[in-house]
């Protein structure tokens, strides 16, 4: 069995600060992991993906984030928030065979 | 790249009729997933057909709602008869299963039908 938790459904950001969006996951076998992010009104958006290479993974839009298999974390950054990163994004783990499970998202603010 | 689409965008309907919604996967794509998104459990897996073959249902609620996927371009959602809790956002997304294991395959998504049962 597979679960996601993401801790904060809001994080409120200034523009320019550091953003962290927390992923804990829980996975019997060795996972593939993703962020995705969905603007209003549109479908979800890949935006990095873990898949058992490097553990620092680089995405669009300036985001990183780094997996780290004895904490079961894969928090999500930015060193500067831009107006534009405003959305809910959702982290994922997947199963062998590509079924995703996503976390409950986490709202992102970013403040003039 | 066309991308999944998905329709209609928006459907509003009544209570105890029929509801059908449809989806193009992308072209090539072999795995085909809908999603439900509400504010209360987020989003749910409802089905996944790999080679238009069903996979896991197991995310389907009721006897109610049903998915077709006659060929590797079309997919159906059938919702009937709908009731006011069935209203959400209903994602279709596609992917290319390479079919070994440990292989990843992200996901493509639509923007989504918005329904709202009356």
């Known amino acids: 069995a597979q679960s996601v938790t993401q801790l904060g459904s809001h994080v409120s950001v200034s523009e320019g600060a550091l953003v962290l969006l927390r992923c804990n996951y829980s996975?019997?076998?060795?996972?593939?992991l993703f962020w995705y992010v969905q603007y209003p009104n549109q479908g979800l958006q890949l935006l990095l993906k873990?898949?058992?290479?490097?553990?620092l993974v680089k995405g669009i839009n300036g985001f990183e984030a780094e997996f780290k298999k004895s904490e079961t974390s894969f928090h999500l950054t930015k060193p500067s928030a831009h107006m534009s990163d405003a959305a809910e994004y959702f982290c994922a783990v997947s199963s062998f065979y590509g079924k995703l499970t996503f976390g409950q998202g986490t709202i992102l603010t970013v403040h003039p | 790249d066309a991308g999944v689409i998905q329709s209609p965008r928006h459907e509003v309907t009544e209570m105890g009729q029929e509801v059908t919604l449809r989806c193009k996967p992308i072209?090539?794509?072999?795995?085909l997933f809908w999603y439900r998104q509400t504010m209360m459990r987020g989003l749910e897996l409802l089905i996944y057909f790999n080679n238009n073959v069903p996979i896991d249902d197991s995310g389907m609620p009721e006897d109610r709602f049903s998915a077709k996927m006659p060929n590797a371009s079309f997919s159906t959602l059938k919702i009937q008869p709908s009731e006011p809790r069935d209203s959400a956002v209903y994602f279709c997304?596609?992917?290319?299963?390479?079919?070994?294991?440990?292989?990843?395959?992200?996901?493509?998504f639509g923007n989504g039908t918005r329904l709202t049962v009356t």
């Open positions: 996975s019997s076998v060795p996972p593939y």
């Open positions: 997304a596609s992917s290319l299963d390479r079919g070994q294991l440990g292989v990843e395959s992200p996901l493509h």
């Open positions: 072209s090539g794509h072999n795995s």
């Open positions: 873990y898949t058992s290479a490097a553990t």
